[in-house]
């Protein structure tokens, strides 16, 4: 990406994205709470048709400012963490993990229910930053994979039945996203990357 003749370094519009996404977030919630948190119907309803357009919106809404905020430092940095090493890469990633985690809860978790937040996401990245560099064959995508278990592994316990009120579904499928997305991204020709944003595939 250029502006003004000057090319934008990855790592600079990573951040952009991500922050420019946190913040769309926020806005999302403040308007849900204007509006007495009608916006979370929107959620992913398993097996209902309205509910398949829970699929798109679910990440986008929270239950709440605890759960937003619970959500927006670890979003942030593993989004970051996702997109700085390529950025059409990084939003393939997401759109799969967003996709796969959306369908998965929408087929198998329990009727009468509504699933909402990005949490998904982030397991989907810790998963996908985590086996990346094995199926890559890079050695720094693999010591950066090692980093994120040894920093985030633990709320991956997260993934089995628990908590009362939180998602183990949209967590369980976010994080199976983030193998798929490893898998599929990992296939995408970097002469294809380059054609698209020069430098882009290093």
Known sequence: MEIRGREIPVWQQAAAIIV????????????????GNDLDQYGVKPRSDEGLL???F??????????LSANSVPFMVLGFLTLASGVLRG?????VIWLVGGIGVWLVAGSNSVHIGASGLVFGFIVYLAIRGVVNRKFWEFALGVVVLFVYGGVLWGVLPGQPGVSW??????????????????????????GIIPGEAR
């Open 58 to 67: 679910a990440p986008l809404l929270h239950g709440g400012w605890d759960h």
């Open 169 to 194: 579904q949209g967590h369980l499928f976010g994080a199976i996203g983030g193998a798929v997305a490893a898998v599929v991204v990992s296939h995408r020709r970097d002469e294809v990357l380059r």
């Open 54 to 56: 829970g699929i798109l």
């Open 91 to 95: 939003l393939a990633a997401t759109g």
């Open 20 to 35: 420019g996404f946190t913040a769309l977030l926020w806005v999302i919630e403040i308007v849900d709470q204007a509006m």
